[in-house]
């Protein structure tokens, strides 16, 4: 048996918690796995996330409507593509949406793209 869930931790970072059931143990015992975006954070006042790595940032702007963020523009250095920086943003404020249960359009093709290989986050699209 296993399952997977958000959890918002009360510094606003979004974590995917996972729980397995492993075959033949008591139904009571389950083994947690948490997996948390703490390098991914919200600028609100920008209307962007942001990640810092080797020495830069990489951002996705949105704009936000009642329930809804919409993903603009994602924006990532030279220096740091092809490093799977983008993706690794993406999923942290994919899971900040699912987080704060809005639901998401993607007007960025890299998120939009994104979205396409990860159907986890189909529960997401408006």
């Known amino acids: 048996m296993a399952g997977r869930g958000t959890v918002e931790l009360p510094d606003g970072k979004a974590c995917q918690a996972f729980f397995v059931r492993p075959t033949g143990t ?25 990640m810092d790595a080797g020495g830069d940032s990489a951002a996705a702007y949105y704009t936000l409507a009642p329930g809804v963020i919409t993903f603009n523009h994602t924006e990532v250095p030279p220096t740091l593509r092809g490093q799977g920086i983008a993706s690794r943003l993406i999923r942290g404020a994919l899971e900040a949406a699912r987080a704060q249960r809005m639901k998401v359009v993607p007007r960025c093709s890299f998120v939009a793209a994104y979205l396409a290989r990860h159907s986890e986050f189909n529960d997401l699209l408006r």
């Open 26 to 50: 008591d139904p009571g015992r389950y083994r947690y796995m948490m997996s948390c975006m703490s390098d991914v954070r919200d600028n609100k006042s920008k209307h962007r996330f942001e």
